[in-house]
């Protein structure tokens, strides 16, 4: 999580941590080791120069008493045989291991040596094997002087340098004195002299090169022996570092940069993650509405955000000092510490209580006010704290009581229009009750007059009168009926006498009584009946009253000598039994459509035949057939014709019309 988190600026800053930290112990690591470097080689240098003046003192030393016998050897103070050998002894002192002094007759061969050992050997040889060695034999006879050789192969086995001086003794050359450093020795001796440490070479011709050897330090010195420089080389393996030395000096401190940059790298990501944390919780903690407030174990407040700044009407540094209790109304705070102390004092470590609780909460200036609170608890740095996240229920609470008030009115309103429409219905019952009946005496008795029961009337032009009379009661007695029974079913006052009924039996019966009318306007009314008679629910007086008003209709609105028909169709899509009753009228135009069943609607409210409706004859039937569980439908075509489905609800058992 942490490693996904770390960004290529933190990489970037502990790679850098990483650098640094590798070169500065790097050089650190290199300065020292060039300061002990400059050190030992100064050291070594000395020791080296030291070493070479030793040997060259000593072999001064030596070639002095060579020199010291070769004269007593020419003025004869010394003799060969004892003579020779005590003064031998003498020069020799303490360069036993590594000078032999010998006699060499005039023929060149090895006539008397010392000390014995290891130089035995060497006795009775001649010594000049090389040309070399015998010009250089001449040289010092001739000259009278000693010469030294380089190093040469030694009869006693090794190498060494060979020092002659010619002796003549009474204008007579006797031979040589002969003294041999056997090199190998003489490194063995100077070695002892030097620290262990050192390596020690005698040897004649070119110097090596120093610096051809890196892990070395080499001192060459200059050693004269006579006529001849030899060199004297002092060596000594130089500090050089080995793999444990590379592993401190580069690799240890490479391995800790790079966990020091790794450790950067990751502490930089995490700080950046919990800056960026807490910028995210105070940005929230700032903006939400809701207002939230830390309390300690005591209820004393730690944290106040703006929201509860707002909603208690306190700014946070009053609230600070405060404790939670001071924002409960006054008569429910010590309910209100017995509920804190207990959710403080359970065991669990982070908790939420419950679900958002309603409660009363108290505003800085004591008005008390409704809130929804939330509670959470936690554990920080062993305290226990809580949260309450509150929100300010004042609004919902108002909003609440406007809505109940609302739906109140609204039901007093549906009560007062339902008592508005009874009061209707009621005025209409008894105003069509109060009209019937003069009516009826004004029917009967225009009925009685028209038919002449009583004489006969005169003028003829009164029997034209009483017609009109007798036309417009009944027209008057027709609307008053629809009129009545159209609010009795907008007041929900209509009960269907609910029955099964034979739904064929009732169709032709009624087509038979509507013949009648269609006879006389030239119309032929045509019944397909569809075979099994289907029993519907229903109310018989309802279904007669729709379908003669439907048959009405249709030939009303059909020309003369057309055909109107009445026929069983296939069971609506919920499964009713439906009639259809189709003319080939002159239609209905689709804006009356849309408005099939208002009352006192009229396609064509100015034409003749409409005239002889109250347009109120759909509305009437719509409703009776919805009253009843059925529905009425009109599908129509101006010009072409009406069709009017009318669907019933079906009954459960076949009824025998017989
Ligand atoms: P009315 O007493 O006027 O017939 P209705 O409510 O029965 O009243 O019919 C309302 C109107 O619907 C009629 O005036 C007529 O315009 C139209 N209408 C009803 N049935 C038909 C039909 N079969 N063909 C054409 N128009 C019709």
Request: with cysteine.
């Amino acid at each position: 999580m942490i490693l996904r988190a770390i960004k290529a600026k933190d990489a970037g800053l502990g790679a850098c941590v990483a650098a640094v930290l590798f070169a500065v112990t790097f050089f650190a690591e290199r300065n020292e080791w060039q300061h002990v470097e400059a050190v030992e080689r100064v050291a070594f240098e000395r020791t080296a120069d030291s070493i070479a003046r030793g040997v060259v003192a000593r072999l001064d030393g030596r070639l002095d008493g060579l020199a010291a016998l070769h004269e007593a050897l020419r003025d004869g103070t010394v003799s060969e045989g004892a003579g020779f050998e005590v003064a031998a002894a003498l020069i020799q002192g303490k360069a036993a291991p590594y000078l032999a002094i010998n006699l060499i007759d005039r023929d060149r061969r090895i006539a008397q040596v010392w000390p014995a050992e290891p130089n035995r050997a060497a006795l009775g040889r001649t010594v000049g094997q090389s040309p070399a060695i015998v010009a250089l034999l001449d040289e010092a006879r001739m000259t009278r002087r000693p010469k030294a050789t380089g190093i040469v192969d030694l009869f006693q086995g090794g190498q060494g340098l060979v020092v002659y001086y010619p002796i003549h003794r009474d204008g007579e050359f006797r031979g040589y004195l002969n003294a041999v450093f056997r090199v190998a020795d003489l490194d063995e001796d100077i070695v002892a002299l030097a620290p262990a440490s050192l390596a020690v070479r005698l040897f004649d011709g070119a110097a090596a090169d120093a610096a051809a050897d890196p892990l070395r330090h080499i001192h060459v010195s200059d050693i004269p022996v006579l006529n001849r420089h030899f060199r004297l080389e002092v060596s000594h393996a130089r500090g050089v570092r080995g793999s444990a030395d590379y592993f401190v000096a580069l690799v240890l401190p490479f391995a800790l940069s790079l966990i020091a940059g790794g450790t950067a790298s990751l502490l930089l990501a995490r700080s950046r993650l919990g800056r960026a944390e807490e910028a995210l919780l105070a940005n929230l903690t700032r903006s939400l509405p809701l207002a939230l407030i830390t309390v300690d174990a005591r209820g004393r407040i730690l944290r106040f955000n703006p929201a509860a700044e707002r909603i208690f009407g306190v700014p946070a540094h009053a609230a600070l000092s405060r404790e939670i209790h001071d924002f409960v109304p006054v008569d429910r705070r010590d309910a209100h510490r017995g509920l804190t102390a207990g959710f403080m004092e359970s065991d669990l470590d982070n908790l939420v209580m419950g679900d958002w609780r309603s409660v009363e909460a108290q505003r800085a200036d004591g008005a008390r006010f409704p809130v929804s609170v939330l509670l959470t608890k936690t554990l920080i740095e062993g305290q226990r704290v809580a949260t309450a996240i509150v929100t300010d229920m004042t609004e919902e609470q108002r909003k609440q009581i406007a809505l109940v008030r609302l739906a109140d009115d609204r039901e007093a309103q549906a009560h007062r229009a339902l008592s508005a429409s009874q009061a209707k219905t009621m005025f209409l019952a008894s105003m069509s009750h109060e009209l019937r009946t003069p009516l009826n005496a004004i029917i009967g008795f225009s009925e009685m007059i028209d038919q002449e029961i009583l004489g006969r009337m005169e003028p003829k032009k009164y029997a034209e009168y009483i017609k009109d009379i007798l036309s417009s009661a009944r027209g008057l007695l027709a609307l008053i009926n629809d009129i009545l029974d159209y609010s009795k079913i907008e007041a929900g006052a209509h009960r269907p006498n609910m029955e099964a009924i034979a739904l064929e039996a009732a169709v032709e019966q009624a087509v038979r009584t509507a013949r009648g009318i269609a006879h006389e306007k030239n119309i032929q009314l045509v019944f397909q009946a569809g075979g099994a008679p289907t029993a519907v629910m229903g109310d018989a007086r309802a279904i007669r009253q729709v379908l003669l008003n439907v048959f009405s209709n249709a030939i009303k609105f059909s020309p003369a000598g057309s055909t109107v028909t009445v026929a069983a169709a296939a069971p609506d899509a919920e499964g009713r039994a439906a009639i259809v009753v189709e003319d080939r009228g002159e239609g209905i135009p689709p804006t009356f459509l849309a408005n099939l069943g208002q009352p006192f609607h009229q396609a064509r409210g100015d034409s003749a035949v409409a005239g002889e409706g109250t347009g109120l004859g759909l509305a009437i039937s719509i409703g009776l057939m919805r009253s009843m569980g059925g529905d009425l439908k009109i599908d129509s075509e101006v010009g072409r014709g009406t069709r009017v489905i009318l669907a019933f609800d079906r009954a459960g058992t076949m009824i025998d019309p017989a």
